[in-house]
Structures are given as C-alpha cells and as structure tokens.
C-alpha cells in the first residue's frame, strides 16, 4: 500500500516558474501568523511569486516591537506617511495604537492563550526542537522576495506610520489592487 508521502509527486525545479500566490493575513495571532508565513516562504523558496496582504491586525506581527510604556507606541501614528490623514484622526485611534500588540514576539495563541503563558510555552517548544520563530520566518520569507502590502483602510484607521512601525519594506494599496492581484493568483489563501 503506497503512504500519502509517497503519492506526491517531487516538484520539478522550475515548476511553479511564473505562478503567483497571495496570502491575506487578517488575524493577530501567532499560530495563525506562523502558518502564514511558513507557508509564503515555502511556497516562495519553490519558485512561485508570493505576495502577503496584511489587514487589520495582521500588520502586528510585521511592526516594531515596542513597550507599553513607549511614546512611539501611543503617539507615533502622528508623523503620517503613505495611506495616511493625521488630520481625520480621533483621540481613539491612539489608544487603539497603545493597546495593541505590536511586534511578532507579542501576539497571542488564537486558543490557549493562558494571559500570555501558552505563546511562552509555544515559542520554548519550538526553540527546543529546532524550529524557525515568527521573528525568523519573517526575516526568511524578506530575504526570499515575498512582497508585502499593508491595506490602507487599517494604515489609516489604526494610525500605522509605514516607514516608521513597520520592520518590513511594504507598500500601501486598497482594496482594488487587492483584487486585481488575487485574480491573477494561482493560489490565495486567507487567515
């Protein structure tokens, strides 16, 4: 009887030459976010185009890491930059901005979150078997070409200054763009 493994066929050098794939990363969680970009790399690595689409708060795991207590945290969506119109802004886009999780050693786990224990107990795990943390599969996935795009409707609702929050070069496009890409997408898939 042939296993599962042995039924797939290896893929050709080449293969996915010319394919492009999209993935949309709306959840903030770091199960979710992994998967994500394990996936975008790998897929990435083996010749097809990835492109990854943050929304909402996906983007917190590609911002900077910062302290509760920091001035840029809770102020710093004030300097603007592509998407943004600090003039339309509410006192509550910065306490939504000084909440929130920023940086992908901070997210929680979507189930067993335990007030941050289970992302502790996820991260040693990996550490101890060997495995890539969020941290690298990002810096994996950036050296292997995987182009980033932050949706404009949340760099402007959630007070995100690109150049400044973001640890990744990334564009600012809206919904249309988005469309447009995933229609001429071999592969899209949503977290």
Sequence with gaps: ME???DAVA????????????????????????????EIAAG????????????VLYGMNCVRKPRSRF???KWFGGLRGG?????????TLQHVIRGLNHD????????????????????RHVMRRKGMAQL??????ASDLGVRYTICQVCVDALATS??????????????????????GADYNVTF
């Excluded at 893929?11 to 970009?37: Q, W, Y």
């Excluded at 150049?163 to 229609?183: N, Q, R």
């Design 3 to 5: 296993s599962a493994v």
């Design 70 to 72: 920091s001035p840029a």
């Design 135 to 140: 941290e690298d599969l990002i810096r994996h």
């Design 162 to 183: 690109v150049p400044h929050d973001l640890i990744v070069d990334a564009e600012v496009k809206g919904v249309t763009s988005y469309y447009l890409e995933v229609a």
């Design 103 to 122: 940086g992908a050693c901070n997210l929680p786990l979507s189930q067993l979150n335990f007030g941050g224990l289970g992302p502790a107990i996820i």
């Design 43 to 54: 897929f990435q690595a083996m010749g097809m185009a990835m492109s990854m689409w943050f």
């Design 82 to 90: 592509p998407g943004r119109m600090p003039e339309t802004d509410v």
């Design 10 to 37: 290896p893929v050709e050098p080449g293969a996915n030459a010319g394919k492009k794939g999209t993935i949309l990363l709306v959840s903030g969680e770091l199960d979710k976010a992994i998967l994500a970009f």
